[in-house]
């Protein structure tokens, strides 16, 4: 379920973004947090399986997104797709958890 949270976040605030940016910076800002603390509580239950390679992608790579989103991206188009892109990646890959 947590990854779903994750997912529809990442889809939220990237639609946000895509938007405008600058209007929704403060609800983007909030679930940036909201969603860095679903990641924070996944359980160790995740860290096998098939899944595992997507979400050690996603990981690796959402710290920046997330630092960027903070700080406020250079191409709030291209932030908001590469977030985008990975609520889809991992709805569609969530499927491997059950």
């Known amino acids: 379920m947590k990854i779903l949270d994750i997912a529809m976040n990442l ?8 938007d405008s940016y600058e209007q929704k910076r ?13 990641i924070n509580s996944l359980t160790t239950e995740i860290s096998s399986g098939s899944f595992q390679k997507t979400l050690t992608a996603f990981l690796s790579i959402y710290k920046q997104l997330e630092k960027e989103g903070i700080n406020g991206p250079k191409d709030p ?4 797709e590469k977030m985008m ?3 889809n ?9 059950k």
């Open 89 to 97: 990646i991992l709805t569609h890959r969530a499927n491997l958890l």
């Open 85 to 87: 892109t990975w609520g």
């Open 11 to 18: 889809n939220r605030i990237g639609n946000w973004a895509a």
């Open 26 to 38: 403060k609800r983007i800002k909030l679930f940036l947090g909201q969603t860095s603390d679903y």
């Open 77 to 80: 188009i291209a932030w908001a």
